[in-house]
């Protein structure tokens, strides 16, 4: 194969692949260029990269040289000419092309690409072995590019302006006919390659897909026509491959509706003028379509605007509009006439005198005498009108169909209304709709308490999606880390166990620290045990029972030696049983005294104090609790009692005697309970026995 200005021909003997391509010169010595001047010759090596592979037979890196030449005796005459100079003396010309029919690009300082201006494009890299020679051939070569240009205009017009424009018109269709193809055959880089033949001559196109895949039968559309004030129902025929825009065109030609006014909505989509109509659905008898007409005003619409293309329109419209058309069956449209829902006056069923005349009186129709003619027998027409948009929607319908906008709240639905079949399938597909999304919400319910259960049942909840550690920065991958329950911060593992162990505190907080925020809450004790090992998780309920201990009011530590046991007790409580060490602790006392009662105890720890230093440890602190007034003597038996809590009323652990804290004294005479004549005579005559006191009677 050889490469010329129109593309790869075949060589000698085999049938070409483009006979509307000029022949290549191959083959041919450099005595058959006549008297053609080489202007410059280099030496350079070849790279295909077009549609087909490059065959240069013979050929090689070393022996290959580019050749500019040009014809002294015919102005713009250059030609371009790849040589072969191995083998012989004399050089072969491999391919051979006219300038003014290739591109030439300069890519970089040492290659330069030619492309041929005709389909299919091919391209050929040159590679030189310098730049100053690679600089020189761009210098000359664009100047003669230039040149056969500039003399190419001159020349043309002396042809024949109807031949060359059939020329072009001719290469243009066959470029539409190969992009054709491409595209059907899925071939990508050769579609793309004829639609950018086509873009450089700036193509007049009209590009839409064809019927043969579509159903070419004429079906029954059922059109909702609407207006601000009225609406009917009309049944169309049309073909599903037929475009919106032909669709406005044959509403205008058979009711006269300008195409300006008419707005088509088919499928909740506001319709294209170039899209079709089985883009939208439309492919079967009864598919629904809705025309929502704009006043003239609104459109800008004249009435010499509407009388002028009234009249192009019935002058440029073909006689099948104007009589019935015939189907493939046999059977015409004016046959199928009787399904349309227009009263007698604009139906054309019955009658085969369509004239000019009838349609041009049908088109000037007013929109009140078309109201009037659809509806003779409406009184009224039921629905609610939108508030947007002032669509008529269904009695039935709880938005607008147009623009979704909700009902009114003030409409209220006829009692006698009865809804049509299409009302009833959308109120039937309605509750199934909402059926399914109560029964999916239902699901997703439960699989979210599902989910919970299971996460609630986990000591440590891992972290769902990978994030970084607040703490040391670490990336963390889903399931390194741990998501703390109260506050959902995360961290990884180590640096929790590291805050827990070196806590102070019986609760450890949370260790989320930023600029603006510190975050207050606390791990879970579950959260604390699944951290740390199980020795570190007692030494830290130890440590936080005895901060808890420490930081208790009236808590008491079992007096019993290396007893972990303590209490926090009430007022009306005097011994604590140790659940540890099985011991009664006194708390008059803070001693353990088995066998003996307080009085007993008191005067045996007196005895003891003179030699037993633990004795006067008790000894010295209980004379201590009497100096500073947290205790006293009962002023019966003389054991010292203690008030921890409450109102200002005590009773002696041995002789029982009730005391009045306040005063230090009994609080009755000495007849006992009642006896007012004696005691703090607290409340006598509405008079407290101290100003102090606190309820001691």
Known sequence: MSLSSGGWTQTAGLTTERPDAPPAH???????????????????????????????????????????????????????????????????????????????????????????A?????????????????????????????????VAPEDNDGQCPRLQNASVLQRTEDTCIELTRAIEAGDAQAASVFAATLARHHAALKIQPTSRDQEDTEINLAVVVEDSSSSCCVTVKVFPHMTTAALKQQMFLEYGFHPRVQRWVIGQCLCANQRSLASYGVRQDGDTAFLYLL????????????????????????????????SMNGTSSQDRKPYTTLPPRLSTAGSEKGSVCEIRDLINLEMPQLNEALSPNTTSHQGWSCPSCTYINKPTRPGCEICSTNRPESYVIPGGYRPDALELRRIQQEKEAIRQYQQAKEEERRENFARLVMMDGQDLVPNPEPLDCRICYVELKPGEGALLRECLHCFCRECLRSVIMLSEEPEVSCPYRDDTYACTCSLQEREIKALVPAEEYERWLQRSLSVAESRCEGSYHCATADCPGWCVYEDTVNVFHCPVCRKHNCLICKSIHEGMN????????????????AARRTTHLLKTLVQSGEAMHCPQCGIIVQKRDGCDWLRCTVCHTEICWVTRGPRWGPKGPGDTSGGCRCNVNNQKCHPKCQNCH
Not at 126 to 146: D, H, Y
Not at 599 to 606: E, I, P
Request: aromatic residues 4%; proline residues 6%.
């Open 26 to 116: 191959y083959g041919g010595s450099q005595d058959q260029l006549g008297c053609q001047t080489v202007l410059m010759s280099v030496r350079v090596s070849v790279c295909h990269s077009g549609i087909r592979p490059l065959c240069l037979p013979g050929a090689s890196d070393e022996s290959l040289r580019l050749q500019l030449s040009m014809d002294p005796e015919k102005s713009g005459e250059f030609r371009l000419s790849l040589q072969n100079s191995s083998g012989t003396g004399r050089s072969v010309t491999i391919a051979e092309y006219d300038l003014r029919t290739v591109n030439y690009e300069v890519k970089s300082p040492k290659c330069h690409e030619l492309s041929l």
């Open 118 to 150: 005709a389909p299919p494009h091919d391209r050929i890299s040159f590679n030189f072995r310098c730049e100053q020679e690679a600089q020189k051939w761009a210098t000359v070569v664009m100047s003669s590019l230039r040149e056969a240009h500039r």
């Open 295 to 326: 006043s003239a005003r609104h459109a800008r619409l004249t009435p010499q605007v509407l009388q002028k293309d009234q009249e192009s329109a019935l002058l440029l419209s073909s006689p099948s509009l104007l009589t019935p058309p015939t």
């Open 598 to 613: 307080c009085k007993q105890y008191q005067d045996d720890l007196a005895a003891r104090a003179i030699n037993d230093s």
